[in-house]
């Protein structure tokens, strides 16, 4: 069974940190990504690794603040969130997608697999 399980979400102050994991099971994937949804509005990307080289992606928004990266055995990605604001609230997803000739890891339609939501609430 494919399973992606989100943790690591909670309630932090305004310029804390907190560090998100996603547990991979039963796949091994391409490529894996973080998207966040918060109230109100549409889904969007945050960051995405490639297994096999590492190479990772940002949006504009997190880049220099977060961090994405994976375990030794390549099963868990983490997201390191530092410096965090009250609008970077919303529910955090892990995706996962696998084989591909082609990358467009900012794309929530590029990924076949999703986690469940984690919830990250920044109060100011």
């Known amino acids: 069974q494919v399973q992606l399980v989100e943790s690591g979400g909670g309630l932090v102050q305004a310029g804390g940190s907190l560090r998100l994991s996603c547990a991979a099971s039963?796949?091994?994937?391409?490529?894996m990504g973080w998207f966040r949804q918060a109230p109100g509005k549409e889904r969007e990307f945050v960051a995405a690794?490639?297994?096999?080289?590492?190479?990772?992606y940002y949006a504009d928004s997190v880049k220099g603040r977060f961090t994405i990266s994976r375990d030794n055995a390549g099963n868990t990605v983490y997201l390191q969130m530092n410096s965090l604001k009250p609008e970077d609230t919303a529910v955090y997803y892990c995706a996962g997608k696998e084989s591909s000739s082609s990358y467009y890891p900012r794309s929530q339609g590029y990924y076949g697999y999703w986690g469940q939501g984690t919830q990250v609430t920044v109060s100011s």
């Open positions: 690794i490639v297994w096999s080289s590492a190479f990772t």
């Open positions: 039963g796949r091994t994937f391409l490529t």
